[in-house]
Structures are given as C-alpha cells and as structure tokens.
T-cell receptor, first 111, second 112 residues
Framework: NAGVTQTPKFQVLKTGQSMTLQCAQD?????MSWYRQDPGMGLRLIHY???????DQGEVPNGYNVSRSTTEDFPLRLLSAAPSQTSVYFC??????????FGPGTRLTVT | AQSVSQHNHHVILSEAASLELGCNYS??????LFWYVQYPGQHLQLLLK??????LVKGIKGFEAEFIKSKFSFNLRKPSVQWSDTAEYFC??????????FGAGTTVTVRA
C-alpha cells in the first residue's frame, strides 16, 4: 500500500492564482481531511469528509473548496490564492475515529 | 469548542535525560487521545493512542503516556532520550465525530 499520497510536494503561486492540491489513499478509509500547519499553531482542520459525496467545513475553511467523488481521492482547491495561505498542507485519512494517517505534505508559497 | 494545550513550546535536553511533555484538553466527555511526532522534513507519525482501558499506554520508540481523567491531561514521557528523538511533538484529541484537534506542538531538541 502506498498509504496517503499528496501532489505536488512544493508549489509557488502568485496572489490570485488558483490551484488544486491532490490527495489519494489506497486504504479504503471512509474519513479524509485536510489540515494546514503553521508555526506555533499546530495543525488546523480545513475541510473533512466522512465518505464519498459528503464534505464539511473544519476550523479554517475560507478560501478553500473540496469535493469527494470517490473514496480514494480528496482534492483541495484554492480558489484565489492569498499570501495568508502560505503554509504546509497535510491530507489525512482514517477508517476509525481519530487514528489518522498523514500524507507527506505540500509546501505552498503564495507571493 | 474543544481546545488542546501543550505546555512547552521548545524543550532542549541532553542525551539520556528524561523527557516529559504536558498536554491538557478542555472537553469533559469521552475523548480519544493521541501523540504524533514529526521528524525534521517528514510527515506526522502516530506515537501512541488512548481510547479506553489502562490509562498508561506505551507507544513506539520507548515513549509512554498517562491519561489522567481528573486532570484532563495526557502527558508524554520517555525515560532516556536519544539524539534521534529530536522532532516536533503534537498532542491531539478527537471526539465521536472523527475530527482531530491539535495542540500547538512542542519542539524537542536533543543535544548529543
């Protein structure tokens, strides 16, 4: 199993550009989530999904969209990038409550 | 809303010293508790978890944690650290809805 994979690993965007961060898991996990990691703030939940076709907002959803058309994939879309979205983004998946498996992360810089 | 507090932002210690990292949470109901570790340049890995039962749980790499319900705490310990334990450590709590709330993290630097 590859576990949780994320692409790209690094990305630089200009303010106003849009892009999609990809996340996929091959463990048949129902639950998937996106976090952003910023220094001194830990990880904050952006959006999550409890199954295909079901998504919900987390703690910091503004400026991001998600969809879950399949169990395996959970892309995160930045609609119009802002410097405040410079961060490291982690995708995670879980079959049961709480024990989540994390991907390697995407380091995003918005200039 | 639930919150998770980690007491130390940065801990520096020498090899063979003992480590204890504090974690407190604010929710009074049933919780699941976790410690994750992030080694430099890597993604988060689960160190240990507590769902129920024995409040003293053992994880990987010699780490253990004790759940004290009356204190809303889940402190992480290791009797003797190694240089390779240099990492950032995150306490996390989840309720029934699968969502994890993380503490701000503690950076641990172990000097050889």
């Amino acid at each position: 199993n590859a576990g949780v994979t994320q692409t790209p690993k690094f990305q630089v965007l200009k303010t106003g550009q849009s892009m999609t961060l990809q996340c996929a898991q091959d463990m048949n996990h129902e639950y998937m989530s996106w976090y952003r990691q910023d220094p001194g703030m830990g990880l904050r939940l952006i959006h999550y999904s409890v199954g295909a076709g079901i998504t919900d907002q987390g703690e910091v959803p503004n400026g991001y969209n998600v969809s879950r058309s399949t169990t395996e994939d959970f892309p995160l879309r930045l609609l119009s990038a802002a410097p405040s979205q410079t961060s490291v983004y982690f995708c995670a998946s879980s079959k049961t409550s709480g024990e989540q498996y994390f991907g390697p992360g995407t380091r995003l810089t918005v200039t | 809303a639930q919150s998770v507090s980690q007491h130390n932002h940065h801990v520096i210690l020498s090899e063979a010293a003992s480590l204890e990292l504090g974690c407190n949470y604010s929710y009074g109901g049933t919780v699941n508790l976790f410690w994750y570790v992030q080694y430099p340049g890597q993604h988060l890995q689960l160190l240990l978890k507590y769902f129920s039962g024995d409040p003293l749980v053992k994880g990987i790499k010699g780490f253990e944690a004790e759940f004290i319900k009356s204190k809303f705490s889940f402190n992480l310990r290791k009797p003797s650290v190694q240089w390779s334990d240099t990492a950032e450590y995150f306490c996390a709590v989840s309720l029934e809805d699968y969502k994890l709330s993380f503490g701000a993290g503690t950076t641990v630097t172990v000097r050889a």
